[in-house]
């Protein structure tokens, strides 16, 4: 496996993937549940990674890799600045999508009600001429 240095702390461990050490991870796990609950404390006000930071007294690398490594996508896609938006723009294509679904929707329902029409005119043609 190659050695890497942690994008954290900047120890050098072997790792096949993540780049942060065993050690700094434990602390992202620990700090995770912490942002959580302040975010969930403060719906209504505007954060991103250096103001969640700033506000909690936490080193900004640590909140910030927390949303790099998608910890937080659940928690503050909308409100934390991510440097992808990918959630945003997965979000606009499932609307997007919708939508689309929705007008079919609507035409298979237009194109029923029309097969429906023309069907209750013959019959209802065909019992007024009878009955008059
Ligand atoms: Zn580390």
Known sequence: ????????????FTSGGPTVC???LAKLDDLYP??????RDNPKTEF?????????EEDIRFVQALVDMKYLDRDMETRVES???KAR???ASELQKSLRDMKDAAAKREAAKDVAASYGQQRHGGNTVKKS
């Open 1 to 12: 496996m190659p050695l890497v240095s942690c994008r954290l702390c900047g120890k050098l």
């Open 22 to 24: 065993a050690s700094c």
């Open 34 to 39: 912490k942002v959580r609950e302040f975010l």
């Open 48 to 56: 991103n990674v250096e103001t969640v930071a700033d506000v909690m």
């Open 83 to 85: 440097p992808t938006n």
């Open 89 to 91: 723009e997965r979000l």
